[in-house]
């Protein structure tokens, strides 16, 4: 085996080995040129980024300024680890400069899943005015319906008690704003972290990441369920968090394809599926089984939430795209159907982009969600 076959079967086994549980798995070529990969390299130690977190503790992640809040044990003792984000309330959770990349986000204290779906969070990349991410924050952490189910993923991992991370690369040039608002009723407990780089290296093209949340309750018979609704310029699809509330129990609500139009397709799709649980890997039926990169997290009481991240199997587009997904049912042959279906889209893209469509209000997101036994 000569030097450079070696080299790349070392490579591909560092995918193998380094990729850590729940962490984003990227391709063995760097990120960043002359950064070095963090996820497959972790012995790079030259590589210009400056490490950086914020929470409560350090608001706004300056070197030395963690930790100052006192508490009943004296100061730096723990004094400023969560707030009480009451109904209404918007706060913070960051407005750092760049160049940088947020790398985690891990969030914790609301538990019911009217709050999961209440609590929305937004983000800005590099002072544009509109929000790049706009979600309940329960489907943005990969879960839908409100409903906490630990497991993981390539993209989110979940505690039992609502230990919400995500792991997916978040770049930014010059600014990054994200928030969190309650538009619900209960007051609710918030623990929080953001991990980030700075002092990246990005072409001026880069992606930032975008997130979508979309709800029809129900949805319209003969027409397709939106994932991303039109979106021009060029970009990468990563995946999607889908809910289904199944309205009609007697029948098999799955039959619908995936439809990706891209590049000037009109009438028929570039990219296409062959059904609901195909799409995200599964066959014959929905099974409540979480894999890396595709699985269901959910199939209870006709309630399914499922996932599907296109990382290893990328999905670009040059000048437009729009992926949506058939309404078709199964009971004693294929049938048109109407459900209860919302999604958190991910997609990266450079800015300025165009604004997200409107998000659905509290009421529409919150209505027939899951129910917890009290």
């Known amino acids: 085996m000569n030097k450079e076959v070696l080299r790349r079967t070392l490579l591909s086994l560092s995918v193998i080995l380094l990729v850590p549980t729940g962490a984003w798995c990227q391709s063995t070529t760097p990120a ?8 497959h390299a972790p012995y790079l130690l030259n590589t210009g980024l400056v490490s950086r977190s914020i929470s409560f503790e350090n608001p706004t992640g300056a070197p030395g300024a963690g930790g100052k809040a006192a508490s009943n044990l004296g100061p730096g003792r723990k004094g400023a680890p969560s ?3 009451k109904a209404g309330q918007d706060v913070q959770l ?5 160049p940088g990349t947020i790398r985690h986000i891990w969030i914790t204290g609301p538990r019911s899943p009217a709050s999961l779906r209440s609590i929305v969070i937004r983000a800005w990349w590099d002072g544009q005015k509109h929000p790049s991410i706009e979600c309940p924050i329960g489907d943005f952490m ?5 409903k906490v189910m630990p497991y993981f993923s390539a993209v989110h ?8 991370n995500i792991w997916l690369p978040m770049p930014f040039a010059k600014r990054a704003k994200l928030t969190l608002t309650n538009e619900g009723t209960e007051n609710v407990p918030l623990f929080y972290q953001i991990d980030y780089t700075i002092r990246d290296s990005f072409p001026s093209d880069v992606g930032r990441l975008h997130v979508l949340f979309r709800r029809e309750n129900p949805t319209t ?3 397709d369920f939106e994932l991303l609704p039109q979106r021009t310029g060029k970009g990468r699809y990563v995946g999607a968090l889908i809910g289904i509330r199944n ?3 007697g029948q098999w609500w799955g039959e619908g394809e995936i439809k990706i139009y891209m590049d000037g397709d009109q009438e028929f799709p570039t990219i296409v599926g062959t059904g609901s649980e195909d799409y995200v890997c599964l066959s014959y039926g929905m099974q409540q089984t979480p894999y890396f990169y595709n699985g269901c997290n959910l199939d209870q009481n006709n309630f399914v939430s499922m996932y599907r991240w296109h990382l290893p199997d990328p999905i670009y587009w040059q000048k437009e795209a729009r992926i949506t ?8 042959g294929l049938a048109e159907t109407q459900d209860d279906w919302s999604t958190a889209t991910f997609w990266y893209e450079p800015v300025p982009s165009a604004p997200l469509p409107p998000l659905p209000n509290v009421e529409a997101r919150t209505t027939d969600i899951w129910q917890d036994k009290k």
């Open 247 to 249: 309205l009609h129990p």
């Open 142 to 146: 990969g879960f839908a319906h409100g």
């Open 94 to 98: 960051c407005d750092v400069e760049g």
């Open 83 to 85: 707030i009480t984000l």
């Open 221 to 223: 018979e003969k027409r």
């Open 325 to 332: 997904i058939q309404q078709i049912a199964w009971k004693d």
């Open 32 to 39: 960043v040129a002359g950064q070095g990969d963090v996820i």
């Open 157 to 164: 991992s979940l505690g039992r008690n609502a230990g919400m």
